[in-house]
């Protein structure tokens, strides 16, 4: 069993940063893809940005420049950093793991999730 613990989220402005950070624990990551979902008030979860077991990348067009997901193995860690915020990002982030190296959009794909940490972006 894997248990996924998000952290980082908060209130920026336009414009601005954020890391989100994923820790995991009772497995290793190095096996799993990783992904960060997000749901906005309203509206169904949607994909962000997935990372492969060998760390190959894919990302949602909306934040493709903007955000970048990577993976820290030996503090079985995921990260989402987020530049060039907008409003339109305001949404609660998801960490989600899948038990294969393979990575995925899907969310129907992924085994394990997080509670989700807030984002949210002023104009």
């Known amino acids: 069993q894997v248990q996924l613990v998000e952290s980082g989220g908060g209130l920026v402005q336009a414009g601005g940063s954020l890391r989100l950070s994923c820790a995991a624990s009772?497995?290793?990551?190095?096996?799993?893809?990783m992904g960060w979902f997000r749901q906005a008030p309203g509206k169904e979860r949607e994909f962000v940005a997935t990372?492969?077991?060998?760390?190959?990348?894919y990302y949602t067009n909306s934040v493709k420049g903007r955000f970048t997901i990577s993976r820290d193995n030996a503090k079985n860690t995921v990260y989402l950093q987020m530049n060039s915020l907008k409003p339109e990002d305001t949404a609660v982030y998801y960490c989600?793991?899948?038990?294969?190296?393979?990575?995925?959009?899907?969310?129907?794909?992924?085994?394990?999730w997080g509670q989700g940490t807030q984002v949210t972006v002023s104009s």
């Open positions: 989600a793991g899948r038990s294969s190296v393979g990575y995925s959009s899907s969310s129907n794909d992924y085994n394990y």
């Open positions: 990372i492969s077991g060998s760390g190959n990348t």
């Open positions: 009772g497995r290793t990551l190095s096996r799993y893809a």
